[in-house]
């Protein structure tokens, strides 16, 4: 049974940073490209970052580029979301999901249940 | 960046009745675009893929349709559990949301 347990959340203050994680099992990690997709409080889901099986591919959301970076660590089938600089308009629940292949250019299969980030002073 | 508009914002049908959700992208998509459910509190699961293909698990009462720019999920008779958000998803160009249809009850 494939599952996605996303940690890592909290409370951080404006201009903050926070490292979200995603323990994936259930599947071969390394050979699936893996998302983070975000929802802020009571609105629609918002695309943040995507990085392909390897890692050596990464993609970011202009509302993020600069100030979060996404990796994987494929020995300890792990994706995080290294997230700086942060504002109000971040808070969100994250969630990662699973690509259905490798590389960009296809949908996802499964979703963790998310981790609440708050950012307020 | 392609822009996904989902039509109406909120639909209201009445249980067994036949649900018409409408997806629109701002360019071509080809049949790229995937549909999720999403339950008050619960993480989005995917109902079809490649505009058409039912993922594992899910009824034969979802079904969705369309290619380019027009796309539509329809929901065939209105089961409880069907009352949700409704999300499409285009992954052609990186990936971008449409906005979200509300399927209430009538």
């Known amino acids: 049974e494939v599952q996605l347990v996303e940690s890592g959340g909290g409370l951080v203050q404006p201009g903050g940073s926070l490292r979200l994680s995603c323990a994936a099992s259930?599947?071969?990690?390394?050979?699936?490209?893996m998302h983070w997709v975000r929802q802020a409080p009571g609105k629609g889901l918002e695309y943040v970052s995507a990085?392909?099986?390897?890692?050596?591919?990464?993609y970011y959301a202009n509302s993020v580029k600069g100030r979060f970076t996404i990796s994987r660590d494929n020995s300890k089938n792990t994706l995080y979301l290294q997230m700086g600089s942060l504002r109000a308009e971040d808070m969100a629940v994250y969630y990662c999901?699973?690509?259905?292949?490798?590389?960009?250019?296809?949908?996802?299969?499964?979703w963790g249940q998310g981790t609440l980030v708050t950012v307020s002073s | 960046e392609i822009v996904m508009t989902q039509s109406p914002a909120t639909l209201s049908v009445s249980p067994g009745e036949r649900a018409t959700l409408s997806c629109r992208a701002s360019?071509?998509?080809?049949?790229?675009l995937a549909w999720y459910q999403q339950k008050p509190g619960q993480a989005p699961r995917l109902l079809i893929y490649g505009a058409s293909t039912r993922a594992t698990g899910i009824p034969a009462r979802f079904s969705g349709s369309g290619s380019g720019t027009e796309f539509t999920l329809t929901i065939s008779s209105l089961q409880s559990e069907d009352f949700a958000v409704y999300y499409c998803q285009q992954y052609n160009n990186w990936w971008t949301f449409g906005q979200g249809t509300k399927v209430e009850i009538k």
């Open positions: 259930g599947f071969t990690f390394s050979s699936y490209a």
């Open positions: 990085i392909s099986s390897n890692g050596g591919s990464t």
């Open positions: 360019q071509s998509v080809s049949s790229n």
């Open positions: 999901a699973k690509g259905y292949v490798a590389v960009a250019g296809a949908h996802f299969d499964y």
